[in-house]
């Protein structure tokens, strides 16, 4: 079975200021990787994802993951913050042959002045 | 590409009566899922259909929830008899390949 594990429920950062939103993931076979963005009240936007090939992935508004398959990890990184990337951060895995996507639990990303 | 659509956006109801939701995929996408977030907490995978064929059912689903997908196109979830702790936010996905794009999700309330 797979699982996912954020490990920080909370993460407040000052605008300008580096972040980096920790992922590690559990599973017996191969992955597929993802990071989703919710803001309040919508649906789940997808950020990036790693399927295969370059273990750094870039997504939109300036985020980038690292896969490492030996840290079984996937953080999600952003050099510079701004007020409008809070939200709620799920990173999600899918092996090969499920379907499904396991969630973690979210880590809420609070950007202030 | 329109994106995934979800109908109603919000929905209040009593314990005990019955709600249905409804799903509009991304037109090409064989691959449509149901999945349920309750607050603070990730989504949680429901049921999963193949164009009209439904290939899996999470034990969250229980006897009171069923979900169709009659011509392969849109999909709906019926809850029967809702209870409070149904209350959560129902979110529908669908995918072509590997990557599921959700929709904005259905808010249920049960009093």
């Known amino acids: 079975a797979q699982s996912v594990t954020q490990l920080d429920s909370q993460v407040p950062v000052f605008e300008e200021a580096p972040v980096e939103l920790r992922c590690n993931y559990s599973s017996s076979v191969s992955v597929y990787l993802f990071w989703y963005v919710q803001y309040p009240n919508q649906g789940l936007q997808l950020l990036l994802k790693y399927l295969s090939g370059s273990t750094l992935v870039k997504g939109i508004n300036g985020f980038e993951a690292e896969f490492n398959k030996s840290q079984t990890s996937f953080h999600l990184r952003k050099p510079s913050v701004h007020i409008s990337d809070t939200a709620e951060y799920f990173c999600a895995v899918r092996t090969g042959t499920a379907s499904k996507l396991t969630f973690g639990t979210g880590t809420r990303l609070q950007v202030t002045l | 590409d329109t994106g995934v659509s979800q109908d109603p956006r919000h929905k209040i109801t009593k314990r005990g009566q019955n709600v249905t939701f409804r799903c509009d995929p991304i037109?090409?996408?064989?691959?449509l899922y149901w999945y349920r977030q309750t607050l603070g907490q990730g989504p949680e995978f429901l049921t999963y259909?193949?164009?009209?064929?439904?290939?899996?059912k999470s034990r969250l689903l229980s006897d009171r929830f069923s979900a169709e997908r009659p011509k392969g196109s849109f999909s709906t979830l019926e809850i029967q008899r809702t209870e409070q702790g149904d209350s959560a936010m129902y979110l529908c996905?669908?995918?072509?390949?590997?990557?599921?794009?959700f929709g904005p999700g259905t808010r249920l309330l049960v009093l």
């Open positions: 037109s090409e996408h064989n691959r």
């Open positions: 996905a669908s995918s072509q390949k590997e990557t599921q794009y």
């Open positions: 259909f193949q164009n009209e064929a439904q290939l899996e």
